[in-house]
C-alpha cells in the first residue's frame, strides 16, 4: 500500500506466471515492493506492474517514476480490470483479465513497436498450462507459507466482493494430479496456502484435489466458505488430507445483515460457534472476518463479533470497516445512494487506512472506524493472545501452537502498522 516493508506478504503467483510466459531471450528482473526497496533508478526496456485498489497509489507512483526515465509501463490485475481509463492516465498498456495469453501478445507487440493501449485476458481460459517461474521469489524475505492456486472464480457473489465481477460466472479448476505434482516438487515439508478466493466450488472437485493432495502428507491451509461445514464428512477429509488452517468470512452475526450482503447462505451449517467447534475437533485452526457498516450494524454489532471471536477461541479474526471497492455492487450502490463520503478513496491523499468511505445507517462514521479497530485491538492484545496459543481447543501441540502464536504476532504487527495510514507513501 506504501513505501513500507510488511511482515505478512506472501509470494505473488501473478508475477510468476508472467515470468514463465515470458520468452527466454528476454531478461526477467522482479521486485516485489511489499518486501524490498524497489530501485530507483534501473532502466529496463519495460516494466509489468500489478495493481489492486490499495496498491493504485503506490503504483502510480512507481509507474510515474519510470515513465519519466522513458520506461513503458503496463498494468494489470484488478484495478486496471475495473478501471482501464484510470490506470491507462498512469500507465501505456493495460491488461484486462487473466494475464495467460495476453502477456505473450503485449510482449510480441513490444518487440515490434506496436505496444497497443488494451489487451483482453477475458477469464475463460482453460487453467491446464500451470506454468510457473518461483525462481523469481529466491531470497525474498516472504511468509513461511508456499501459494499454490488450484482454482479460480466463486460460486456466490457477495456484494461487498469484486471476485465475481472479475470471473463472472467463469469458475475453473486445474487438474488436481498436476496441482498434487507442483506441490511435491516444491520441496521439503512446507505449509502449504491454497490461493483460491473459494476452495470449495463444487463438492467433486474439492474431492479430487483432496484425494491427489492427501498421499503427500503436507499442512496446509485456505479460504474458504462456511457451508463446508455442513458436510461433516467433507470436514474429515479435509483433516485427513493435512488442512490446518482455514480463513471464513463469518461477516456478520445478523440474519438482516448476511441477507443484505447477499450472503444468507452463511447460515446453512447452523450457528457460528458449532461451525468453529466442528472445525476445532478436527485440528482446523480458523481464521474468521467480519465486517461491519451494514445497515443492522450498530456500535453493540460490533462488540458482539468480538465477544463471539473470543468465546468461539478463533485464532486469527479481523474486523473490517465496509470498503466499498471499484467492480463490487456494493460500491455502485453505496454511490447510487449518494453515501460515499470518499467516491475515489484509493486516490485521496487525505484517506486513511481504516478510515470509513461512506455514511452507514446505524452509527456515525467515524464511530464505525473507531470501534473496528478498537475490536482489533483487543483480539490482538498480548493478554488475547497468550490465552489462544495455550489455550486448549484441539489438545497441545507444538506446531499449532507455534504456528497460531506467529500468525498473531504477525497480525497484531500489521494491524498496527497499517492503521491510518496514508496510501502511497
Ligand atoms: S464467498 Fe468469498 S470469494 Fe465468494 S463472492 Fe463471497 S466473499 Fe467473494
Given at each position: ?5 510488511s511482515?505478512?506478504a ?22 516485489d515492493d ?8 534501473d532502466?529496463?526496456?519495460l516494466v509489468?506492474i500489478t495493481?489492486?485498489?490499495f496498491?493504485?497509489?503506490?503504483a502510480?507512483?512507481l509507474?510515474?517514476?519510470?515513465r ?7 498494468m494489470?490485475?484488478?484495478?486496471p480490470t475495473?478501471?482501464?481509463d484510470e490506470c491507462?492516465?498512469h500507465?501505456d498498456?493495460v491488461?484486462?483479465g487473466?494475464?495467460?495469453?495476453s ?19 477475458g ?5 491446464d498450462d ?7 521469489f529466491?531470497?525474498k ?5 508456499v501459494?499454490v492456486?488450484y482454482g479460480?472464480?466463486?460460486r456466490?457473489?457477495?456484494?461487498f466482493?469484486?471476485?465475481r465481477?472479475?470471473?463472472a460466472?467463469?469458475i475453473r479448476a486445474?487438474?488436481p494430479?498436476?496441482?498434487a505434482?507442483e ?5 521439503p ?19 479430487a484435489?483432496?484425494?491427489?493432495i492427501?498421499?503427500?502428507?503436507i499442512r496446509w491451509?485456505?479460504?474458504i466458505s462456511?457451508?463446508v461445514?455442513?458436510?461433516e464428512?467433507?470436514l474429515d477429509r ?5 488442512c490446518v488452517f482455514v480463513?471464513?468470512g463469518?461477516e456478520s452475526?445478523?440474519a438482516?445483515?448476511?441477507?443484505q450482503?447477499?450472503?444468507?447462505w452463511?447460515?446453512?451449517?447452523g450457528?457460528?460457534?458449532s461451525?468453529?467447534g ?19 450494524d450498530?456500535?453493540q454489532?460490533?462488540?458482539r463479533?468480538?465477544?463471539?471471536a473470543?468465546?468461539?477461541?478463533l ?7 465496509l470498503?466499498?471497492?471499484?467492480g463490487?455492487?456494493l460500491?455502485d450502490?453505496?454511490s ?7 467516491p475515489?478513496?484509493?486516490l485521496?491523499?487525505?484517506?486513511r487506512?481504516?478510515d470509513p468511505i461512506f455514511?452507514p445507517?446505524?452509527m456515525?462514521p467515524e ?5 473496528c479497530?478498537?475490536a482489533?485491538?483487543?483480539?490482538y492484545s ?7 496459543i495455550?489455550?486448549a481447543?484441539?489438545?497441545f501441540?507444538?506446531f499449532r501452537a507455534?504456528?497460531v ?9 500489521e494491524?498496527?502498522?497499517k492503521?491510518h ?5
Amino acid at each position: 500500500m506504501g513505501n513500507y516493508r510488511s511482515t505478512d506478504a506472501v509470494a505473488p503467483l501473478s508475477m510468476a506466471i508472467l515470468a514463465a510466459r515470458t520468452p527466454e531471450d528476454i531478461a526477467v528482473r522482479f521486485y516485489d515492493d511489499k518486501v524490498e526497496a524497489i530501485p530507483e533508478n534501473d532502466s529496463p526496456d519495460l516494466v509489468a506492474i500489478t495493481v489492486e485498489t490499495f496498491t493504485a497509489r503506490r503504483a502510480y507512483e512507481l509507474a510515474a517514476g519510470y515513465r519519466k526515465r522513458g520506461v513503458p509501463v503496463v498494468m494489470g490485475g484488478y484495478q486496471p480490470t475495473f478501471l482501464p481509463d484510470e490506470c491507462l492516465e498512469h500507465a501505456d498498456s493495460v491488461v484486462v483479465g487473466d494475464a495467460e495469453g495476453s502477456w505473450e501478445r503485449l510482449l510480441a507487440d513490444f518487440r515490434t513497436g506496436a505496444l497497443r493501449r488494451t489487451y483482453e485476458g477475458g477469464n475463460e481460459r482453460p487453467l491446464d498450462d500451470a506454468a510457473m517461474d518461483r525462481s523469481i521469489f529466491a531470497g525474498k524475505r516472504y511468509a513461511p507459507v508456499v501459494p499454490v492456486q488450484y482454482g479460480r472464480g466463486c460460486r456466490f457473489s457477495c456484494d461487498f466482493c469484486s471476485i465475481r465481477a472479475f470471473y463472472a460466472n467463469s469458475i475453473r479448476a486445474r487438474a488436481p494430479q498436476q496441482v498434487a505434482g507442483e506441490i511435491g516438487r516444491l520441496g521439503p515439508r512446507k505449509l502449504v496456502f491454497f490461493v483460491d478466493d473459494n476452495l470449495f466450488n463444487s463438492r467433486p472437485a474439492l474431492d479430487a484435489l483432496l484425494s491427489a493432495i492427501r498421499p503427500l502428507g503436507i499442512r496446509w491451509s485456505c479460504q474458504i466458505s462456511i457451508d463446508v461445514a455442513k458436510d461433516e464428512l467433507l470436514l474429515d477429509r479435509m483433516a485427513e488430507a493435512g488442512c490446518v488452517f482455514v480463513l471464513i468470512g463469518f461477516e456478520s452475526l445478523s440474519a438482516e445483515n448476511l441477507r443484505q450482503m447477499r450472503k444468507p447462505w452463511n447460515r446453512v451449517s447452523g450457528d457460528y460457534l458449532s461451525v468453529v467447534g466442528k472445525l476445532h475437533e478436527r485440528g482446523m485452526a480458523v481464521y474468521g472476518t467480519f465486517v461491519f457498516g451494514y445497515d443492522g450494524d450498530t456500535p453493540q454489532t460490533i462488540q458482539r463479533s468480538l465477544d463471539f471471536a473470543l468465546a468461539a477461541r478463533l485464532e486469527i479474526a479481523n474486523f473490517n470497516p465496509l470498503t466499498p471497492t471499484p467492480g463490487s455492487p456494493l460500491y455502485d450502490r453505496l454511490s447510487s445512494e449518494g453515501r460515499l463520503l470518499l467516491p475515489k478513496w484509493w486516490l485521496n491523499p487525505a484517506y486513511r487506512y481504516g478510515d470509513p468511505i461512506f455514511t452507514p445507517r446505524g452509527m456515525e462514521p467515524e464511530d464505525l472506524a473507531r470501534l473496528c479497530f478498537d475490536a482489533k485491538r483487543k483480539f490482538y492484545s498480548w493478554r488475547s493472545i497468550s490465552d489462544r496459543i495455550f489455550g486448549a481447543n484441539a489438545g497441545f501441540d507444538w506446531f499449532r501452537a507455534g504456528a497460531v502464536g506467529l500468525a498473531n504476532v504477525i497480525s497484531r504487527r500489521e494491524v498496527m502498522r497499517k492503521q491510518h495510514r496514508e496510501l502511497g507513501v
